[in-house]
């Protein structure tokens, strides 16, 4: 995926998201997507899908995140809708509920490049 495309669509959606290349650690970020944060690091991004904001996490906060919803056990948290963790799983983009004692996993996209693709478009 070209993400200057999926970045210009947000920033046309929003003029305040704002996307920046980043150069630290990304330990913890799926190698296949290490290319959106290296390049393309969203800083202030909330995205309108539906009718519901979707706020995507810099790389600097990742690690906090995973903190935060480890309970899922899901293997990379990298947005939220309203509270809930949106997260990948076996290449897989999933949502869940927090807070509840048994969260049920709901597929949002087979692929992370499909997810922003369908925030976008």
Known sequence: MDYSI???KAKT???RN??????GKLEIVPDDIKPFYLNYNPVDVELNYNGVGIKLYPAEELPELQKEYSY???QFIFAT???DPI?????CVFICAHGTLEP????KADSF?????NLVD
């Open 113 to 117: 490049d499909d997810f922003l693709k």
């Open 104 to 107: 049920q996993h709901e597929k």
């Open 6 to 8: 999926f970045a210009e």
């Open 81 to 83: 809708c309203n509270g």
């Open 13 to 15: 959606q929003d003029e």
């Open 72 to 74: 899922i056990n899901a």
């Open 87 to 91: 997260f990948m799983n076996d290449g």
């Open 18 to 23: 704002k996307f920046e290349s980043y150069d």
